[in-house]
C-alpha cells in the first residue's frame, strides 16, 4: 500500500490525535496508508526542548522520505501564509521527488485570498508597499508550482492524488 505523509499544522490541533486518525482513516478509503508526525512520540530520555526538537525534525524527515507522496493541509495558519513546517516539508519532499498534493478551503489567486486588511491602495500591493504574485496562483509559487492543490479539503485532494499515485503504483 502507499503511503502518504499528511503534512499541516493539524498538529497543533488541541484533537491533534483524533484529527490524525480522521486523516489516515480518510487515506484508507482511498487504498492509501496516511503516515502522521504524531504516530511517534518523542522516545523516553529525551527530556530537553532542544533535544525533543531535534528528534521531532528528524522523525518527521524519515516519515517523509518514507513516504511515496505528500498531502499537506495549506490553509492559512497564525496569519495569512500556510504554516511554515508544513512549507518546508513540501520543500524536502519535492527535493526528494516525491508527488505533492494540497488543500485549501477557498480557492482564487493570491491578490484574490489576501484578506482586506491586508491589501494596500496600490494594485498589486498590500499594505506594506510589498509586492503580490499576479501569477493567478492560489499560494506563492514555490508551493503552488509543484504541488497539486484542490480547493476543499484532504478528500478533494486525495481524490487528485489517487488516480495518479496508483497508475504509477500499476
Known amino acids: 500500500m502507499l503511503k502518504i505523509y499528511l503534512a499541516g499544522p493539524d498538529v497543533f490541533r488541541p484533537d491533534a490525535l483524533e484529527q490524525g486518525e480522521r486523516l489516515?482513516?480518510?487515506?484508507?478509503?482511498?487504498?492509501l496508508q496516511g503516515v502522521y508526525p504524531l504516530d511517534h512520540s518523542v522516545p523516553e530520555g529525551i527530556d530537553g526542548p532542544q533535544e525533543q526538537a531535534l528528534w521531532i525534525y528528524q522523525a518527521n524527515l524519515a516519515l517523509i522520505a518514507g513516504a511515496d507522496a505528500v498531502l499537506a493541509n495549506l490553509n492559512p495558519f497564525r496569519g495569512t501564509e500556510p504554516d511554515s513546517g508544513t512549507a518546508f516539508e513540501l520543500g524536502y519532499a519535492s527535493a526528494l521527488g516525491k508527488p505533492l498534493y494540497g488543500y485549501i478551503d477557498e480557492g482564487g489567486s493570491c491578490a484574490e485570498r489576501l484578506p482586506c486588511e491586508w491589501l494596500g491602495s496600490d494594485p498589486g500591493h498590500d499594505r506594506d508597499g510589498n509586492l503580490v504574485e499576479a501569477f493567478g496562483l492560489p499560494l506563492n509559487l514555490m508551493l503552488a508550482v509543484p504541488t497539486q492543490i484542490a480547493v476543499g479539503g484532504p478528500r478533494e485532494a486525495l481524490e487528485l492524488a489517487k488516480a495518479e499515485l496508483l497508475t504509477q503504483e500499476a
Open 24 to 31: 489516515k482513516a480518510l487515506c484508507a478509503e482511498f487504498g
